[in-house]
């Protein structure tokens, strides 16, 4: 049976002061010990230790100094007016959690929310696209208040011998060769304890940088890097997916967060070594590429590459190494479109979402899918992170065929990314090679990933382009989610 929501009751404010504090939170601070203290409220702040260690001596002089019901964290970096304990303490929907954060993102840029659900031992941070009050798998401490019987039952459950008094136990660590914070360790150990965390954006603390940044400037940062349309196209995509293979949306998209794991399991899986088995790899139907690419078709790094290419009208397109076919999706409607893509379960995807809206080319190789082409016949050529998947004895033949088949002033589109095998086993570093066939080739960069080949046959001097490329931002450590609060 659910427990009957109550208030926070008296407070004791904890907050880790810096070495050197900003002088926007010493007024934040005098305007809270004015105004927004009550009778039965404490305040302890913690100095000259490292922010975990002054964490737990918070927590121990909450439970051994004080009889206050809940625990108030605030980081000496908050920007919060007078009224805001006021406020997040009188903030019914939060009676019902025992942890609960405010809004607030990182310190630095970009100001993304801190704002994380669970799913198994993981967290996936989210972004927050609507005003709203729900569960969450971390609370953070820059702003949260958490009941006392959330330390309590970590103590009784997790301190065995250790005693509180002496500094032996510690509710905030840092767990030996893995990759969690201190305050997703004790998020994990309440949840499992049956405590409910939560998180609100109808209460904010800013966060103190050069600037206070908080959640004007996420909603800033969410408008200017197309967020809610690339959230809408990541729906619609999942959803296209998901009619592909037979699944639901829900389970197409848990496979997405996945990210890169998906193909790394593939790659273990096939193991492939020679241009053919390379080949074979691509095209099977469990290499994890549809839920990868996915993964990576809505990503800012992926819509800010692909960007330029969207506002092409009446081009001559080939777009090789299509994936998803997101960038043959974009550009079909104004221009006519060829889709070259390995024989396979991509290949039939884009079949399947494309429709009549490009050509989609037939062959095992590009060099013969594309033998009865005439040479120039593309005005543009696109290839994002295509390149690097080439394998080694492969590099020479299909780059050749690109050479014959761009057109004189024509558009290379591509981005190359060589690098990050830890997560991408499968990427072949062909920097030099690129760079030498580009200089053959009479193609020079335009911008960072728009190069154009020369009208003339005159050799060009400055041929290089985005070759060691950027890295996708993706990580074992960091996954993304969609989330509406």
Known sequence: MPKKPKPWGSICIGTRLEKQVEADFFVSWTGLLLRGLRSGDVVHPERGRVAHVAANEIIRAFLRGTTCDSLLFLDSDADVDPGF??????????????????FYVRRGW????????RDGEEMIQCLVLTEGTMDVGLIGTHAAIFRREVFEKIYETQGKDKGIEFG?????????????????????????????????TAVEAGHIVKLSVGKKEYNDYLVANHTEERINYYQDLAEKVAEFTGETPKEVMGKAI????????????YHPETPEEL????????????????????????????????????????????????????????????????????????????????????????????DSIGDGM?????????????????????????GRLLSLGGILYFHNNPGQLDLYPM???????????????????????????????????????????????????????????
């Open 85 to 102: 304990v006021t406020r997040f303490r009188d903030f019914e929907p939060g009676w019902k959690y025992d942890g609960f954060q405010a």
């Open 110 to 117: 970009p100001p993304e929310a801190i704002w994380f659900t």
């Open 168 to 200: 032996e136990f510690h509710w905030f660590t840092y767990p030996r060769h893995e990759r969690k914070s201190d305050e997703a360790m004790l998020s994990l150990e309440a949840h499992d304890l049956g405590f409910r965390l939560g998180a609100t």
């Open 258 to 269: 996945k990210g890169n794991q998906n193909v790394v399991d593939g790659w273990k899986k």
């Open 279 to 370: 080949r074979t790899f691509y095209g099977a139907k469990d290499n994890g590429y549809l839920y990868d690419l996915l993964n990576w078709n809505w990503s800012e790094f992926y819509w800010k590459i692909t960007e330029k290419m969207r506002s092409y009208v009446g081009k001559s397109t080939l777009v090789i190494g299509a994936g998803l076919g997101s960038e043959a999706a974009w550009m079909m409607n104004d221009n006519v479109v060829d889709v070259f893509e390995l024989p396979g379960v991509l290949r039939e995807f884009c079949k399947f979402r494309l429709g009549d809206g490009a050509r989609i080319l037939d062959g095992d190789t590009l060099t013969e899918a594309t």
């Open 378 to 402: 593309y005005d543009v050529i696109v290839m994002i992170d295509t390149i690097e998947h080439l394998h080694p004895d492969e590099f020479d033949e299909v780059m050749g065929t690109v």
């Open 427 to 485: 990427h072949f570093d062909h920097t030099e090679k690129l760079l030498q066939w580009l200089k053959i080739n009479n193609i020079e960069r335009v911008n960072d990933y728009e190069n154009r080949k020369a009208k003339s046959k005159k050799r060009l001097q400055e041929p290089g382009s985005n070759l060691s490329g950027r890295h996708r931002h993706r990580s074992k450590r960091s996954r993304s989610s969609v989330l509406e609060a």
